[in-house]
């Protein structure tokens, strides 16, 4: 199955269009890799059916790239593709994942300097060679050695939604095989932990030989580093593992709790079984040689004398002795508000938006555009979001959803806003955050933060503690002090979902939580397929002990905005 193949194919494609300069080909080339990367049918096997048209018909791939691919089918490569490499033979996609290297920055650092992998590029900024180029300096060496830094200490992790697509299609592959009964993921990802070391995957059948057989035949095994009666672990072609456990049906809950964890959280249950003369293991709960529970996870809890627990809160934190919050649920969302239209670095128009928001079942959408101070998303000034609000009005006349105008404005190293207050004040909202002067001290940093939230005009701060995972360290900041201004000032603490920053993250949720500070679960989306990750927003809420009354976008538009 050459899914994965031309996928990373049309993911690097894109990069280097980016390098170019190439307007919306890198998004409609990312969009295609997306959909070939979640679509379970061979490619092949599409294409052989019905050529072009059949590739066609599939969602965001045009006339142009289904070429690509029959191109790739056909031959074994894309002459373009093979072009663009020639260009510039640096690994884009490894390099680009170091902080604070972009696209263009590869593409200096190749002619100037012949970097061409992590190794190069770690050398050159070892030897003083990046700081004297043409806007770079010593800052952003170091910089750069940090990101490297940063990226060897969290290798192996693989992002929450990477998890979540992979594990829907191994999911959809076991179910087709009638010996497989029950079926759950388990591990880290069952908790919505923000990044997963491997992916757990739980069954339960009478032919455990047979489901194991079965399993490693899947499309994209590439390597099986064990395979047993009971587990069995596959490392995959896109990059990460998979354990598969096979258990008889009578002990598929008590294997689902053990398997779902975490390690901490089933040590503290332990205790709770071994005060009560009773004996946990995967197996099931026993009284002396007696089971008295197995086949159900809720079954198994409730011998223990507890509650079942939501997965997202066993974290060994205190969830199995203190009192549990009503916890928000995936559904509780009424509304989206940090989505990017096409007036700054988005993608779809304020319409498509609206309709998208629409078509989640929102009652309202705050379309928050980036502002001047950000020009390379071609950031709004005063004068355009004055044209932009007539936009908005036409649109909210014609769709049946209250789409209201804010923006995304810039906390600046100083923390004033790059948007004059005047006319923040008739935005609807306005959200504010940092996007420059990442590294000022913490003092600096937590004054800029407390001088922005003090802005009568700042109703949300997006993203606040700026880290990207696995890519960028939080900055540094005193949270506390921060939590209590919010409280003081009545100012919102987003939550960002998009799955790259999920910032606020668990622990700093929990602390705005026990700080009675408000918070606010945004997308950031910059097209209209990223307002589908909400969800993931949700889940780090929940792993933060958040209650519906914790989240203002859990309510109908009234008390919090102008
Ligand atoms: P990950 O994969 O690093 O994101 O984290 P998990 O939690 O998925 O960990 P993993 O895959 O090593 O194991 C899955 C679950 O199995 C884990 O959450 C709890 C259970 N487990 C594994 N090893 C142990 C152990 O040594 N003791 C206990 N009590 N539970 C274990
Ligand atoms: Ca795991
Ligand atoms: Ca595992």
Redesign the pocket.
């Known amino acids: 199955m050459k899914n994965q193949e031309i996928a990373k194919i049309l993911y690097d494609m894109a990069d280097r269009f980016s390098m170019d300069g190439v307007a919306f080909k890198p998004y409609a080339y990312r969009k295609a890799a997306d959909v070939l990367v979640s679509e379970k049918e061979d490619i092949e096997k599409v294409y052989q059916r019905g050529g072009l048209k059949e590739l066609e018909s599939m969602p965001g791939i045009g006339k142009h790239i289904a070429l690509k691919i029959e191109e790739y089918i056909k031959t074994g490569k894309i002459k373009q593709y093979e072009l663009l490499k020639r260009q510039i033979p640096a690994d884009v996609e490894e390099l680009t994942k170091v902080e604070g290297v972009g696209t263009m920055t590869v593409k200096t650092l190749y002619e100037k300097l012949n970097v061409k992998n992590i190794k190069d590029l770690k050398r050159a900024a070892e030897e003083h060679k990046i700081a004297p180029l043409f806007g770079f300096g010593d800052k952003k060496e170091q910089a750069i050695l940090e990101g490297i830094g940063f990226l060897s200490k969290n290798e192996g ?1 693989v992002s929450i939604v990477v998890a979540i697509t992979e594990t829907k299609r191994i999911i959809d592959y076991l179910k087709a095989m009638p010996e497989v009964d029950n079926i759950s993921i ?6 919505m ?1 923000e ?6 995957i739980l069954v339960s059948s009478k032919n455990s030989s047979k489901v194991m057989d079965y399993f490693i035949k899947m499309p994209g095994v590439q390597k099986v580093w064990g395979k047993g009666k009971t587990k069995t672990s596959v490392r995959m072609d896109r990059g990460y593992n998979v ?1 598969l456990r096979v258990v008889p049906k009578s002990s598929f809950g008590s294997a689902l709790q ?10 503290a249950l ?1 205790k709770v079984a071994i005060a009560k003369g009773l004996k946990l293991n ?1 197996y099931g709960v026993f009284k002396g040689s007696k089971k008295v529970a197995g086949e159900t996870e809720q079954a198994v809890y409730s011998a223990l004398g507890v509650d079942w627990i939501p997965p997202e809160l ?1 974290e060994g934190l205190g969830e199995l002795n203190s009192k549990l919050p009503n916890l928000i649920n995936y559904n509780d969302i009424k509304g989206d508000l940090h989505c990017h239209t096409n007036w700054s670095g988005g993608f779809n128009s304020i319409e498509e938006m609206a309709r998208k928001a629409m078509s989640l079942g929102y009652s309202y959408i705050g379309i928050t555009d980036h502002t001047k101070y950000l020009r390379i998303e071609n950031g709004l000034d005063e004068k355009r979001l004055k044209e932009q609000r007539k936009e908005i009005d036409l649109v909210n006349k014609k769709l049946d959803i209250k789409i209201l105008q804010g923006c995304e404005a810039n906390i600046l190293a100083d923390g004033s806003i790059d948007i004059k207050d005047s006319v923040l004040q008739k935005l609807d909202f306005v959200i504010a955050g940092i996007h420059s002067h990442f590294k000022l001290s913490r003092d600096q940093m937590t004054k800029r933060m407390i001088k922005a939230m003090s802005n009568p005009y700042v109703d949300i701060i997006s993203h606040p503690t700026g880290r990207i995972i696995g890519k960028r360290a939080e900055y540094e900041i005193d949270l506390d002090k921060i939590l209590t201004v919010a409280k003081e000032t009545d100012t919102i603490l987003e939550i960002n979902a998009n799955p790259s920053r999920l910032d606020l993250n668990d622990i700093n949720i929990r602390k705005a939580v026990k700080a009675g500070v408000k918070m606010i679960i945004n997308t950031d989306a910059h097209e209209e397929r990223h307002m589908d990750l909400m969800n993931l927003g949700v889940a780090q809420a929940r792993r933060g002990w958040a209650s519906k009354t914790d989240i203002v976008n859990t309510k109908d538009l009234t008390t919090y905005f102008r």
């Open positions: 992790r388990a591990g880290s990802l069952r908790r932990k990044t997963v070391g491997d992916i757990d354990d053990y398997f779902t964890g975490s390690k901490e959280h089933n040590i332990r995967e066993r």
